[in-house]
């Protein structure tokens, strides 16, 4: 005889948990940081307070006991199950036994979230309890176990045990390596099938190489055009392919293209300062673009942290009363920091002290941290479908160019590392005219009247579409903002080719404060936003005139092929 669930004693366990217990452990992991000065009168002591509506208890009660009771009556939907890709294999459903675990599963993930959204609290505690809740509910799916996973058994049974041995091997050899394999990892090289434009190095110093790409038109537009890359990750993201390159198409416009290919940092750059990328990198890339092309002005163009390196460099010449570029493309960049989505979960007064005491002056980030904190966002996609697939089934993951760039991190200096944490996600300084000081100059991103494409994708869970969008509220000049649909790097990595993927534009000159607002006078239309940026570029590219013949010019002679040593040396 089925006794039910003692629902009431097990709410009461989950509420005392999000209560007390949750406290405690909040207060336990912040204990290393107790001695600081965390900016609040009220102490370590202040933590968050939490509680659920007994009504809503109630009501999550009943639908669960309602549940469970069919579920034990056997009355399993295979429908239902089949839905999530983590049980969609036929040998979920022919099994009672695996079938029910995976319907039982799911009910208790429903209700376990239906718990963590019923939490009343500040919405960043509600967040954070919401995300736990998740990776919570990830790690303990019943696919994730060989003892539970009928498909791994049914592969383990019909290969005659070969499936586990070669999961084994792909454990130890993901162990080797330092990280789980998204892909087969030995079927690129950077230089060789990723990487490929034609180009050649033309520049160095400690923190970057310029590369300048051969022409592939015979005339090209007098403005040359820099792009500026996020240097928490390898330039290569804009040329992984020749079919999916946006450095290639951006040469195929006729555009004389440089672009900065950051040096992963060793111990020796250790002591780095946001200051030092923004003078040594970003500016020295422009006046060493300028001084080759001739050219008084560039067109420039920034991605992700790229973006905001690139528009903060700009910033700092303006207030130097310098203007040299005559437009700025910003692809997934953020510039004001109020949304920040659920990397806002991760930051916090403690966190950041933390951090600059553990780094402020000195050291690395390792780059594998920073890769396992954005997998981790999405779980089940980036984690647990490798350690099924990988360890489980023995599988060998396919070839996938876009993984093979996600899975080649790069370290981050400290110093650096912490002064982007502080003044952005924490402070939100940039957007505060005058706040933040970087290269001695106050920053004001009003002076910044030029030309501006700022683009964002839809379902960003890095840079979130509102938090791209919000650039149009900063940025003076005339703009031109695009949504794309997808996400941080399917969004943006979209060539017409493919005709994959709608973008959204609207053609009126004003900017609603949100992006919700926008979206109500945009227009859908079907493939790539590359084309519109494109027609939109050559507006500023100048005159045409005869593509160069050599790299470089005078002193900037080509120091090695593109893509260069940088690009190359591992985390």
């Known amino acids: 005889m089925h006794s039910e669930p003692d629902w009431a004693h097990a709410a009461q366990q989950f509420q005392q948990t999000l209560g007390d217990g949750w406290t405690r452990a909040w207060a336990e992991a912040v204990k290393p940081l107790q001695g600081l000065d965390l900016g609040s009168t009220a102490g370590p002591a202040a933590l968050p307070k939490i509680s659920i509506a007994p009504a809503k208890l109630q009501e999550l009660q009943q639908q669960y006991l309602q549940e469970a009771a069919a579920l034990w009556n056997q009355s399993v939907d295979a429908a239902a199950i089949s ?116 180009g050649a190095v033309v520049f160095e110093n400690a923190l970057f190489q310029l590369i300048e790409y051969k022409p592939l038109t015979t005339k090209v537009y007098e403005r040359p055009f820099l792009l500026v890359p996020p ?28 672009v900065v290919s950051w040096r992963n940092p060793d111990a020796s750059l250790g002591d780095q300062t946001w200051d030092n990328y923004i003078e040594d990198a970003a500016i020295k890339a422009i006046a060493v673009t300028q001084e080759i092309s001739g050219a008084k002005t560039i067109n420039a163009l920034g991605f992700c942290v790229g973006g905001t390196i690139l528009s903060t460099a700009l910033a700092v010449l303006a207030a130097r009363g310098q203007k040299p570029a005559a437009s700025v493309t910003l692809l997934t960049t953020l510039l004001d920091f109020a949304d920040t989505g659920i990397i806002d979960i991760f930051v916090d007064e403690a966190m950041v002290k933390y951090r600059e005491m553990q780094l402020g002056k000195g050291g690395l980030l390792p780059g594998g941290d920073l890769a396992s904190t954005f997998c981790f966002l999405r779980p089940n996609d980036l984690v647990w479908n490798y350690v099924v697939g990988n360890y489980l089934k023995g599988e060998t993951p396919p070839p996938f160019d876009l993984l093979y760039w996600n899975s080649d991190s790069t370290n981050l200096p400290g110093p650096f590392y912490t002064w982007y944490l502080r003044n952005t996600y924490l402070e939100n300084k940039l957007v505060k005219p005058g706040q933040a000081v970087v290269c001695g100059e106050k920053i004001d991103f009003r002076q910044l009247d030029l030309p501006a494409y700022i683009y964002g994708s839809r379902e960003d869970h890095i840079v979130p579409i509102g938090g791209a969008y919000a650039s149009t509220q900063h940025l003076p000049g005339k703009k031109r903002f695009v949504m794309g649909a997808s996400g941080h790097i399917a969004g943006v990595i979209n060539p017409p080719a493919k005709k994959k993927r709608s973008h959204w534009t609207s053609d009126s000159a004003k900017f609603p404060a949100t992006v919700t607002d926008w979206l109500a006078g945009a227009t859908e239309h079907p493939g790539s936003w590359w084309t519109d940026w494109s027609a939109w570029l050559k507006g500023y590219g100048g005159k045409q005139v005869a593509a160069p013949t050599s790299y470089g010019k005078g002193k900037y002679k080509v120091i090695e092929p593109a893509p260069g040593r940088y690009v190359k040396a591992r985390a």
């Open 83 to 198: 839905k999530d890709r983590r049980f969609s294999a036929q040998a979920w459903t022919e099994n009672p036994l695996t079938a029910y675990s995976a319907a039982s599963y799911l009910l208790t993930s429903r209700t376990l979230m239906g718990l963590a959204d019923a939490v009343e609290a500040d919405e960043k505690t509600r967040s954070r309890i919401r995300f736990a809740v998740e990776q919570w509910m990830a790690a303990s799916a019943p696919s994730n176990f060989l003892a539970m996973n009928a498909e791994a058994q049914k592969r383990l049974i019909e290969t005659k045990g070969e499936s586990i041995a070669k999961g084994l091997k792909n454990l130890v050899h993901d162990m080797q390596q330092g990280h789980m394999s998204m892909t087969d990892e030995s079927l690129f090289e950077v230089g060789h099938n990723v990487a490929t434009t034609e």
């Open 231 to 258: 240097c928490i990750n390898k330039y290569y993201i804009l040329d992984l392919q020749p079919e999916n390159s946006l450095i290639r198409y951006a040469v195929e416009q006729g555009h004389r293209t440089f």
